[in-house]
């Protein structure tokens, strides 16, 4: 009978045992963000989905839109994406790891956003496409040049959306209540002077001069307007097309201030509800109004003088 090398068995127990647990020790998840970034170091942050792109970068520690246009954006947009960006987190064992899934989780180049993060050294933290979760609780991700699919613990999809719109501040104006001293307002059929005389309005309204108490509805409305005016969007490189009309607008405004930093503002309608509108002149960007802010400043004389 052979004789049993007792041993050699134990010896081949251990390493076996030894290479059982090392491959567990392997496979073992562990929780990290996935986009493992200093926020202090991000330079920029790029989103693209299909045809819409936006980057986004820190011009001395503030943040901008510098493409597709150079624009000032949401304070609260880009602070919620780098929250979310920096905070989301994920397993460090995939959920797929093949090519055929990526439609599934939808971080197919088509179905994704991919989003880039840049560090201030110029190189590339990560960049990864973002895809729709299963559910409104989560979101699926993907590296660039990797097949290997995570799940996020947040869903971070409206975060990354690249809608210029969404992220441009449409707040273009704050004037402080206190420094507007006038409003020369011309229409194609009248035009009106409101002077601001301590503690009493005087409007000529086409040669006719009344006076408009300070608390007035309608010319609190007006002052309103330029204290925080804000449009519903913008018309980028589209000065030549109306350039003409802007030469004889619908209707100009000029807000005077205490310090004779005048403000100019041009209107032109486009139909029934809409208004283009210029600044001061500038010809890029020209802002997109609805006709009740049209309205708003031509107050009849009667609501002047209620």
């Given at each position: 009978m052979y004789k049993i090398?007792?041993?050699a068995i134990i010896i081949l127990v251990?390493?076996?045992?030894?290479?059982?647990?090392?491959?567990?020790g392997k496979t073992q998840a562990e929780v990290v963000k996935f986009f493992d970034v200093d926020s202090l170091k991000v330079a920029s942050i790029s989103?693209?989905?299909?045809?819409?792109?936006?980057?986004?970068?820190?011009?001395?520690?503030?943040?901008?839109?510098?493409?597709?246009?150079?624009?000032?954006?949401?304070?609260?947009?880009?602070?919620?994406?780098l929250k979310k960006l920096l905070t989301v987190k994920t397993s460090t064992l995939p959920i797929a790891e093949s090519a055929s899934s990526h439609d599934k989780y939808n971080v197919s180049d088509s179905l994704?956003?991919?989003?880039?993060?840049?560090?201030?050294?110029?190189?590339?933290?990560?960049?990864?496409?973002?895809?729709?979760?299963?559910?409104s609780q989560l979101s699926y991700a993907r590296e660039v040049d990797s097949d290997n699919v995570y799940q996020l613990d947040q869903?971070?999809?409206?975060?990354?959306?690249?809608?210029?719109?969404?992220w441009?501040?449409?707040?273009?104006?704050?004037?402080?209540?206190?420094?507007?001293?006038?409003?020369?307002?011309?229409s194609k059929d009248r035009k009106m002077m409101l002077v601001n005389n301590d503690s009493l309005w005087v409007n000529n309204d086409n040669g006719l001069s009344y006076n408009v108490k300070t608390n007035n509805n309608a010319l609190a409305n007006i002052v309103n307007k330029f204290t925080n005016l804000r449009v519903n969007d913008f018309y980028d490189n589209e000065f030549a097309s109306y350039a003409t009309r802007l030469n004889n607008p619908d209707l100009s405004v000029v807000v005077r201030t205490t310090d004779h930093n005048d403000t100019l503002i041009k209107l032109i309608s486009l139909d029934d509800s809409t208004y283009l509108m210029q600044l001061n002149d500038q010809q890029s960007p020209l802002y997109k109004v609805n006709s009740t802010f049209y309205d708003s400043l031509l107050p009849s004389q009667e609501d002047l003088t209620k």
């Open positions: 090398n007792y041993k251990i390493v076996a045992s030894i290479y059982v647990f090392s491959k567990m989103l693209e989905s299909g045809e819409d792109k936006l980057v986004l970068s820190k011009l001395n520690d503030e943040w901008k839109l510098t493409s597709p246009v150079e624009a000032d954006i949401k304070i609260s947009k880009i602070d919620n994406l994704s956003t991919l989003v880039t993060v840049t560090l201030n050294d110029g190189n590339v933290a990560k960049s990864a496409y973002i895809g729709k979760g299963s559910n869903n971070i999809m409206w975060s990354i959306k690249p809608d210029l719109k969404s441009r501040e449409n707040n273009i104006l704050k004037l402080a209540k206190e420094s507007i001293v006038g409003f020369d307002i011309a």
